[in-house]
């Protein structure tokens, strides 16, 4: 399967950032306005929730035609039939991951070094979340701002590798930043194949509109294939 990364719309459930609106709504808005992938993110509810609203996102997801991902929770992708997960530093790591998941599922992880990153693509993640690009309200206890000078540094060590891997930056991205985001992180043999963003688009007042402009700020990225 080949993911198109370029605007990849990560959700969140809290109320400073629905409003009031139905997490659903929301996503399928932003799934109307052009995001290519969708990550469920959601630290707050427990299982069963989890499940039911990932299988709810799923069926919308699949109208579209975009991938769902679901994060930190393997059990909830298999559960839900998303179509993979995207696991941090402290979750299971990609091996115990790679054994239950079917084997086209789609594995993506967080790093913050460079070192990370190599171990990760070792592992055989299909895509790197490459962050945190710039301190943002939405996670306050992320360990490490890198920047686009650190992204860029990573960006250079994975190009190196020649692995068929996926880069996405995260963090603080916005309307505002991110056509200077994807310029400034290039590195000389790899550059960013989308932004993943969440507030930018799931607490704009309009999430179609918003994710609209994202498409066509990002719209001279080539598709990650
Ligand atoms: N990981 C690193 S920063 C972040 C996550 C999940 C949150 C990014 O949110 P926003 O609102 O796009 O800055
Ligand atoms: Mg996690």
Redesign the pocket.
């Known amino acids: 399967m080949s993911i198109n990364l370029s605007l990849y719309l ?1 959700t ?1 459930s809290t109320p400073a ?1 629905l409003k009031g609106r139905d997490l659903c709504t929301v996503v399928e808005e932003a799934l109307k306005g052009g995001v290519s992938i969708v990550q469920y ?1 959601d630290k707050t509810n427990d299982t069963g929730v989890l499940v039911e609203t990932a299988k709810k996102l799923h069926a919308i997801t699949q109208r579209y035609n975009v991938p769902l991902i679901i ?1 930190d929770r393997v059990d909830v992708a298999i559960a839900s039939g998303a179509e993979g997960v995207h696991l941090g530093q402290d979750d299971m790591d990609i091996e115990a991951a790679k054994k239950l998941l079917p084997g086209n599922a789609i594995i993506g992880i ?1 790093v913050s070094s460079v070192e990370e990153a190599r171990r990760a693509v070792e592992q055989g993640a299909d895509y790197l ?1 490459i ?4 301190a ?4 306050t206890n ?1 360990k490490n701002i890198i920047g686009t000078a650190g992204t860029k540094k990573i960006l250079e060590a994975i190009g190196d590798m020649d692995r068929k891997v996926g880069a996405v930056s ?5 309307l505002s930043n991110v056509q200077r985001v994807i310029f400034q992180s290039q590195a000389s043999n790899k550059g960013l194949d989308g932004v ?8 704009a007042d309009d999430p179609k509109s918003a994710a609209q402009e994202f498409v066509k700020r990002i719209s001279t990225l080539p598709p990650f294939a």
């Open positions: 990560v969140d950032i993110r994060n967080s979340g962050g945190t690009m710039f943002t309200p939405t996670k992320t995260i963090g603080g991205i916005n993943a963003v969440v507030s930018a688009i799931m607490g």
